[in-house]
């Protein structure tokens, strides 16, 4: 109702972001705090190791700006005059 497509897929483009950041701290907060306990527990050297995050937070990132652009196709096939 008078939103360009590019303003609505920039908005949906940052909110996909937001949230695959607000996902991914508490995530691998854990997860670091899960390897710390199962180092002091099992006396084995386990380590979370640099490219790991990066993978995760990297597919976090891919799975949210899909379903991004999966919501953002449906709103395309949208007629504005149903939705309300």
């Known amino acids: 109702m008078g939103y360009s497509q590019r303003f609505l897929g920039s908005l949906i483009a940052s909110a996909a972001f937001i949230l695959a950041v607000l996902g991914f701290l508490p995530g691998m907060t854990l997860a670091a705090y899960l390897y710390h306990l ?47």
Not at 49 to 59: E, I, N, Q
């Open 38 to 84: 199962a180092r002091q527990a099992t006396f084995l050297p386990m380590t979370l190791l640099d490219h790991k995050p990066l993978l995760v937070f990297s597919l976090t990132l891919a799975m949210c700006f899909l379903s991004g652009a999966f919501a953002l196709r449906k709103l395309k096939a949208a007629d504005p005059a149903s939705m309300f």
